[in-house]
Nanobody, 113 residues
Framework: QVQLVESGGGLVQPGGSLRLSCAVS????????MTWVRQAPGKGLEWVSD????????YYSDSVKGRFTISRDNTNDTVYLQMNSLKPEDTGVYYC??????WGQGTQVTVSS
């Protein structure tokens, strides 16, 4: 059974940081690229970041480039999203996914003073 379980969300003030984690089970994690996607309240899905299977290449949307860092631990089957300099517009539900296949349940991030 495939599972993707996100954690690490919460309420943070503007300028603060959060680190999201996504623990994966049920498939060979090290063989697949992974992605983070978010959905702001009342809006559609927005791609945030990708990482290749070996972690050698990473990609970011312009809205988060320079502030967010994606990484992975292929020993512990976990993908991370380090989020710094958070802005209110980063508020939303953050999902990790194996592109085209599986999604987690999401974790809420709220950036507010």
């Amino acid at each position: 059974q495939v599972q993707l379980v996100e954690s690490g969300g919460g309420l943070v003030q503007p300028g603060g940081s959060l680190r999201l984690s996504c623990a994966v089970s049920g498939f060979t994690f090290s063989s697949y690229g992974m992605t983070w996607v978010r959905q702001a309240p009342g809006k559609g899905l927005e791609w945030v970041s990708d990482i290749r299977s070996d972690g050698g290449s990473t990609y970011y949307s312009d809205s988060v480039k320079g502030r967010f860092t994606i990484s992975r631990d292929n020993t512990n089957d976990t993908v991370y999203l380090q989020m710094n300099s958070l802005k209110p517009e980063d508020t939303g539900v953050y999902y990790c996914a194996r592109p085209g296949s599986y999604w987690g349940q999401g974790t809420q991030v709220t950036v507010s003073s």
